[in-house]
Nanobody, 125 residues
Framework: VQLQASGGGLEQAGGSLRLSCAASGRTFSSYGMGWFRQAPGKEREFVAAVSRGGAGTHYADSVKDRFTLSRDNAKNTLYLQMNSLKPEDTAVYYC???????????????????WGQGTQVTVSS
């Protein structure tokens, strides 16, 4: 599966952005999906993930109650709605997919099999 992330940009603190991840190739609904982010000089960290059908989600504590993850299997697209943005949200955001059952619950980069190219999110104070 090929993943293409988009929607990043420059936003002020307190603002909102919505990231999208368009998938092509194999059946999108067969994959658990996740978002990760990586700030300069830091390791890639988990943001949020969703199960194949979309019923199950989990979030990093740092984004809980601010970010909402959803997927539209008919459109082969994953979304991340980011509200109440903070400067510490600044990073390159990556979408990722896994065909392995329940790996979406693990929240680690090695649990995912395919990665998009990343989209930059910058939040100014």
């Amino acid at each position: 599966v090929q993943l293409q992330a988009s929607g990043g940009g420059l936003e002020q603190a307190g603002g909102s952005l919505r990231l999208s991840c368009a998938a092509s190739g194999r059946t999108f609904s067969s994959y658990g999906m996740g978002w990760f982010r990586q700030a300069p000089g830091k390791e890639r960290e988990f943001v949020a993930a969703v199960s194949r059908g979309g019923a199950g989600t989990h979030y990093a504590d740092s984004v809980k109650d601010r970010f909402t993850l959803s997927r539209d299997n008919a459109k082969n697209t994953l979304y991340l709605q980011m509200n109440s943005l903070k400067p510490e949200d600044t990073a390159v955001y990556y979408c990722a997919s896994t065909y392995r059952p329940y790996n979406w619950t693990k929240g680690t980069p090695v649990s995912y099999d395919y990665w998009g190219q990343g989209t930059q999110v910058t939040v100014s104070s």
